[in-house]
């Protein structure tokens, strides 16, 4: 396994007027349209490959097909990309980058995946969105739309696909109302991971569950996710379907479990977010992990927004107490105060996300787990604009100019915390994902790691912050992390 990353200190997005086309008629490209400016997005994701090595005998002749090394004719292949919530009206397009992966990324991958997979692949691309995310607006901030445009024209069957099996509609005081997803119900496969969870390790309480919670949803059903044993998660179809996972998320903070790259990214496959635990009730010291001190106005207002969430959105003044809970949540972070397990503290989080990802490859495509993985996993993370501070929804975009590929998305994941300044050992989401056990994610030790930076082969010690220093950490991990600006 290998880790390629590619950092060009000019490197912008494209506009997406020519469909993200390269900049030059590269020997492999099978296309007509090729754009009038250069395209350095492109450019990195084809070094990307050429680097670490894949076909090397064939590059430079029209025969060169990198990912044929890794992918198979035939193969479906689904890009889990990271499209959390579209533009909002008082964000610019570069903070919309820092949070969604961009389209000129994925045109270059489909591109080249396209070759790999040949006419009898599959190629599909999308995740399961914050649930008040307008899927159309946010194919078309990110320029997904575009990339989709272009395929239709020169014939190509490639789809776009929201993962979500249920959406909310909400307005711009905070009332919402929650739908079920235009797509069969069939299509979200429920897996038990039982007592192989690591929220499993966390014990039980009294009452024979834990107080997990996800915010703006049913605290009831998320309780019922992982209670008595259980632990069940809701799996698209469309991903358990695939042959091949390629992981396409943002190269950013995240307020919950530090980072959210891969690992973190794969949540998005997941179809019923209800069962994702991203918290425990209560603070740390009462046996929770939403914040860290005890506070009685704190606990009542969770306790409000808990009770608010169990009412049918047509019940009388649903609307005005939902109104009430979201300017409470709003006073509550302008005065610098921790909710929904937004800090370093949160235990809950990491377990969460690593049990997704370790059934995205384990299960079969019926949600049987099985002993061995099932679909190969490769990783294509976009940096070139990344996200400091608030994320994964509100981080400040940061010219990082970065893309790294790798074989193998724990790996990915603690170079990534290098290139963020970060220590990877410190976050658990990425440490633990090196832990041995019933289902690895079967990854190397990464400081042995063969690593090619910029067309040079370097230890794993050698990778520094690609910003010259570290990352802003979100507001509840800025101590742990012994920010100072």
């Not at 099985?370 to 604009?385: A, E, P, W, Y």
């Not at 963020?420 to 030790?445: C, T």
Request: hydrophobic share 35%.
């Amino acid at each position: 396994m290998a880790v390629s990353i590619i950092h060009r200190a000019d490197a912008t997005y494209p506009a997406p007027d020519e469909h993200y086309s390269p900049g030059e008629r590269y020997p492999e490209y099978k296309y007509d349209q090729v754009a009038t400016q250069p395209n350095l997005v492109y450019e990195m994701v084809r070094e990307s490959f050429s680097q670490m090595g894949l076909d090397k005998d064939r590059f430079g002749t029209a025969a060169w097909n990198p990912l044929g090394d890794l992918i198979s004719p035939g193969s479906r292949v689904f890009l889990l990309c990271n499209f959390v919530f579209h533009r909002r009206q008082q964000e610019s397009s570069r903070e919309l980058w820092a949070k969604c992966t961009h389209g000129s990324v994925l045109r270059a991958l489909i591109d080249y995946v396209l070759l790999a997979v040949g006419p009898g692949g599959k190629v599909s691309f999308g995740n399961a969105a914050l649930q008040s995310c307008k899927w159309p607006q946010v194919l078309d901030d990110t320029g997904a739309s575009v990339v989709l445009d272009f395929y239709k024209r020169v014939g190509e069957s490639v789809e776009a696909r929201d993962l979500r099996l249920l959406v909310m509609e909400t307005d711009v005081l905070g009332r919402s109302n929650k739908k079920q997803a235009d797509v069969p119900t069939s299509d979200g496969i429920e897996i038990d991971l039982s007592a192989d969870s690591l929220l499993s390790q966390l014990g039980t309480r009294t009452n024979h569950h834990q107080r997990f919670r996800v915010l703006d949803y049913d605290p009831r059903r998320t309780e019922a996710f992982h209670t008595n044993g259980q632990h069940r998660y809701v799996i698209n179809s469309a991903v358990l379907n695939s042959d091949v996972i390629i992981s396409v998320p943002k190269l950013k903070t995240h307020e919950k479990v530090g980072i959210t790259c891969n690992l973190k990214g794969y949540v998005g496959a997941v179809g019923h977010k209800d069962c994702l635990a991203h918290h425990r009730f209560g603070s740390a010291k009462s046996g929770g992990d939403e914040y860290p001190s005890n506070s009685t106005v704190r606990h009542w207002m969770s306790g409000y927004h808990d009770w608010l969430q169990t009412r049918d959105a047509s019940l009388p003044l649903q609307g005005s107490f939902q109104i009430l809970d979201k300017s409470l949540k709003r006073i509550l972070k302008r005065t610098g105060g921790i909710s929904a397990g937004s800090w370093s503290g949160n235990d809950t989080a990491w377990r969460m996300a690593l049990d997704v990802a370790r059934l995205l490859h384990y299960a079969d495509s019926s949600g049987l787990l099985r002993t061995s993985i099932q679909r190969k996993h490769l990783s294509l993370i976009d940096g070139i604009v990344g996200g400091e501070g608030e994320g994964p929804l509100a981080p400040t975009p940061v010219d990082s100019r970065v893309l790294l590929f790798s074989h193998n998305v724990a790996i990915g994941d603690w170079i990534a915390a290098r290139l963020m300044g970060f220590e990877p050992k410190s976050i658990p989401l990425v440490r633990e994902a090196f832990a041995d056990g019933k289902y690895s994610l079967g990854a190397s030790d990464p400081t042995r790691e063969k690593i090619f930076f910029n067309q040079r082969q370097v230890n794993e010690s050698d990778v520094g912050p690609i910003l010259s220093r570290q990352f802003l950490p979100a507001r509840g991990w800025q101590n742990y992390f012994g920010w100072s600006q």
